[in-house]
Structures are given as C-alpha cells and as structure tokens.
C-alpha cells in the first residue's frame, strides 16, 4: 500500500510540462494570419463602398474633349477625387489580366509572396529557419528573401510585366479623366480629397498594424 501510494504523484510532474510547454508554440502564427486576413477584409469593405456607379463613369453624354491642357488638368484632379476607387480598380484590372495572360511571371510573384508569408511575416519567432539541415537566424532568412525578390523582380519578365501593366491602367485613368465632363458630379473637393488621403492613410495604417500584428518579432529580427 505504500508503494502505491508513493507512485502516483511521481507520475504528475513527468506528464504536465510536456503537455504545457508543446501548446503554446504550435499554434503561434495562425492568429497572426486571421488577424491579417480581417484587416485586409474590413479594409476592402471599407473601400468599395466609395465604388461610384460604372453606368455614371461611362456615361456617353458626359464625354467631350478639354478646349485646353489646363481644363484638361483640372477635370482630371476633380475626376480622380470622385472615382478615386473606380479607378483603382481599372489599374488593378489592368494588373491583373497582365499577369493572368503570363501564367509564369504569376506563378513566380505568387512563389515570392509565399515565400515572404511563411518564412518570415508569419513565422513566429522560434524555433529558428531550419533547412537541409541548417539552421538560419533572422537577418539570414531577410537577407535570403530581399536578394530573392530582387532577382524575380528585376531579372526577370515580373518587373516589367508590372511597370507595363500599371502604366496602361494609369493611362486609361488618366484619358478617361480628361475626357470626362464633372459637372454633373456631386463634389466638393476638400472632403472628396480629404476622404481620399484618410481613405489611404486607413489603408496603409491598417496594412502596417496587420504585418506589425502578424509578426512581432519584425522590429527586432531586423
């Protein structure tokens, strides 16, 4: 009977302390990745619901063109404040049936972002990078990713394919702008651009406090 008695509490200590030290790190990045994901999610919801009518964008009576480069500009300042989001899209469009119609240079910018997402903004802080059996630190794993991206963006077909892709967009925003008569438009300019900087300081701000909330460690691995 004493036997026993002493046998049970030494089988306590020994099962506890694994099973508190393996829950806390498994499950360290998926937060961070949830919390990214509704960000992204609230910003997005936030954005297009200043999304104008694309019947009012396009409409046909309202197309003439400017009598000079200064009516010209202005109607492009007035136009770019009211379908501020509208145009986002067009340019976003443009990038996207870019690199829709070059499958490479989409898988390869999809590889880097995944690499980017797992390897270093997700990736909690311990255990260390562990690869073919070496260990990297933080600034290996940085350094390893920025000459990565510099290489797919710069020595490949993905840079260009972006530059190019982003400029149509901006071109079409920019004819149909000074094509576009305001009058008709609902402005008033100081909130519509005050709105609009708000609008980007929210995304950014949000973007930053995401990728700050995602990976805590950032600041110091740097």
């Given at each position: 009977m004493a036997t026993a008695a002493t046998q049970v509490p030494?089988?306590?200590?020994?099962?506890t302390p694994s099973v508190a030290t393996a829950d806390p790190a498994a499950p360290a990045a998926?937060?961070?990745?949830?919390?990214?994901?509704?960000r992204l999610s609230d910003t997005l919801r936030r954005s297009t619901s200043d999304l104008k009518p694309?019947?009012?964008?396009?409409?046909?009576?309202?197309?003439?063109?400017p009598s000079s480069l200064s009516?010209?500009?202005?109607?492009?300042?007035?136009?770019?404040?009211?379908?501020?989001?509208?145009y986002t899209a067009v340019v976003a469009l443009s990038l996207a049936l870019s690199l829709v119609t070059h499958p490479v240079s989409l898988f390869l910018l999809l590889s880097l972002l995944a690499a980017w997402s797992f390897l270093y903004l997700f990736r909690p802080a311990d255990p260390p990078l562990t690869l073919f059996g070496r260990t990297f630190s933080d600034r290996e794993t940085l350094g390893a990713l920025v000459l990565v991206s510099i290489i797919v963006i710069f020595m490949t077909s993905v840079g260009s394919l972006i530059i190019s892709a982003i400029t149509?967009?901006?071109?079409?925003?920019?004819?149909?702008?000074?094509?576009?008569v305001p009058e008709d438009l609902f402005l008033d300019e100081p909130d519509q651009q005050g709105g609009a900087a708000a609008g980007l300081l929210s995304f950014l701000g949000g973007a930053a406090s995401s990728?700050?909330?995602?990976?805590?460690v950032v600041a110091s691995r740097v």
């Amino acid at each position: 009977m004493a036997t026993a008695a002493t046998q049970v509490p030494a089988v306590i200590p020994i099962t506890t302390p694994s099973v508190a030290t393996a829950d806390p790190a498994a499950p360290a990045a998926t937060p961070a990745i949830r919390s990214f994901i509704s960000r992204l999610s609230d910003t997005l919801r936030r954005s297009t619901s200043d999304l104008k009518p694309w019947q009012e964008m396009v409409d046909r009576s309202a197309i003439s063109r400017p009598s000079s480069l200064s009516e010209a500009t202005s109607r492009l300042r007035k136009n770019l404040s009211y379908f501020r989001v509208n145009y986002t899209a067009v340019v976003a469009l443009s990038l996207a049936l870019s690199l829709v119609t070059h499958p490479v240079s989409l898988f390869l910018l999809l590889s880097l972002l995944a690499a980017w997402s797992f390897l270093y903004l997700f990736r909690p802080a311990d255990p260390p990078l562990t690869l073919f059996g070496r260990t990297f630190s933080d600034r290996e794993t940085l350094g390893a990713l920025v000459l990565v991206s510099i290489i797919v963006i710069f020595m490949t077909s993905v840079g260009s394919l972006i530059i190019s892709a982003i400029t149509v967009g901006a071109l079409l925003v920019c004819i149909h702008g000074a094509l576009r008569v305001p009058e008709d438009l609902f402005l008033d300019e100081p909130d519509q651009q005050g709105g609009a900087a708000a609008g980007l300081l929210s995304f950014l701000g949000g973007a930053a406090s995401s990728v700050a909330s995602a990976a805590p460690v950032v600041a110091s691995r740097v």
